[in-house]
């Protein structure tokens, strides 16, 4: 398929437990960003990528949220301890280049429970 | 820092009546987007919109932008009920990188 996509689809955690949620934007687009979406809520900025540098990490919650996107492609997004707060669909998404204005092509998300 | 505020949250129409959501942000917007996101889906962009005062259809879908670029609307005629899902306004001030701040979404309904 030509969309993103992210994996896994649904993740259990315990607390306390490390996860990693991946995503693979449409092939080719320069940016990609994190957003974190609560029950009801909006999405939530997470961070930025613009290829493989990271350009703006403002939202992430603490230093438990690390993400990385070493190839300037697939990105992997690393919750460590995690806590029942961080429990929430978190989504990805990409545009095709590095300016605010473009179309921004989201992915299915990841759905963390956190017990 | 930059807020985008959207009303209302939750709207429930009847088949067949109009429907209009309303955004509003702190700052001055360099764009506004909108974005459905069907229940269970995700966001999937509708439209973009730049220009002071710049006014955009898609079909039954009318989406306007203000003349001081810190509000929005998306109004609906004659809904039906493949227009259920919740509407994010998202924008962008001049400041920011290139992510943007949605708001909270309003949440359409439609009663056949």
């Known amino acids: 398929g030509a969309g993103v996509s992210q994996s896994p689809r649904y993740k259990v955690a315990k607390r306390g437990q490390d996860v990693a949620l991946r995503c693979d934007p449409i092939s080719g687009h320069v940016s990609l960003f994190w957003y974190q979406q609560a029950l009801g809520q909006g999405p939530e900025f997470l961070t930025y990528?613009?290829?493989?540098?990271?350009?703006?990490k403002s939202g992430l919650p603490s230093d438990r949220f690390f993400a990385e996107r070493p190839e300037g492609s697939v990105s992997t997004l690393k919750i460590q301890r995690t806590q029942q707060e961080d429990s929430a669909v978190y989504l990805c998404?990409?545009?095709?280049?590095?300016?605010?204005?473009?179309?921004?092509?989201f992915g299915p998300g990841t759905r963390l429970t956190v017990l | 820092g930059q807020q985008v505020m959207q009303i209302p949250q939750y709207q429930h129409v009847q088949e067949g009546e109009d429907f209009t959501t309303y955004c509003n942000s702190s700052t001055t917007l360099s764009n506004i987007q909108w974005y459905k996101q069907r229940p269970g889906g995700h966001p999937v962009f509708l439209i973009q919109l730049v220009k002071s005062g710049e006014v955009k259809k898609q079909k039954r879908l009318t989406f306007q932008f203000g003349e001081a670029k810190k509000n929005s609307s998306l109004h609906i005629t004659a809904t039906q009920t493949t227009d259920v899902g919740t509407y994010f306004c998202a924008g962008k001030d001049g400041g920011s990188q290139g992510n943007l701040i949605f708001g909270k979404g309003t949440k359409l309904s439609v009663k056949p």
């Open positions: 990528f613009q290829n493989e540098a990271q350009l703006d």
């Open positions: 998404a990409s545009s095709l280049r590095a300016s605010g204005s473009d179309t921004q092509y």
